[in-house]
């Protein structure tokens, strides 16, 4: 039986040597490792180029999934294994967000859209920002 997906991630960063850590931290080299993270996501996003270009070209639909379900799949693994390099509960951080795009329902609980068609905030709408706050502070707390 497999370990769970976050298992396997932190068993990817100790077979590649790379950082893992169990409540939030950040290293001294912050900016040099984003402005790094942000480079290997933009080789990824550009593999869309790629797959825009078998879809233009009328390739095999499902060679088309393929390549996306690839795409997405890889920045998913990066964007977690990175996550547990700063000991950053993604999970549960991930909870919050969805909470709080379910808070952008009208009270009738149905999506609100404006004439473009772009998703409203609802009345109840909460920015997930202060709760991410206050788990990342529980986290570090917990951890001593």
Do not use: Q
């Not at 996501?41 to 088309?64: Q, T």
């Not at 009208?106 to 788990?135: H, S, T």
Request: a negative charge.
């Amino acid at each position: 039986m497999k370990k769970p997906f976050p298992d396997r991630i932190a068993a990817m960063n100790a077979m590649y040597k790379l950082p893992a850590h169990d409540r939030p931290t950040l290293p001294a080299d912050i900016a040099d490792r984003l402005v790094k993270f942000k480079a290997t996501l933009l080789d990824e996003v550009h593999e869309i180029d790629e797959i825009s270009r078998l879809a233009v070209n009328g390739d095999d639909p499902i060679d088309i999934a393929v390549a996306i379900a690839d795409l997405l799949g890889d920045i998913i693994v990066y964007c977690r294994s990175e996550a547990l390099k700063y000991g950053l509960p993604l999970e549960e951080v991930l909870d919050v967000i969805m909470d709080s795009n379910e808070s952008k329902l009208g009270a009738d609980g149905r999506p609100i859209y404006d004439a473009n068609g772009k998703f409203l905030k609802g009345p109840n709408y909460w920015r997930p920002e202060p709760r991410i706050k206050a788990l990342l502070t529980t986290r570090m707390k917990a951890a001593g």
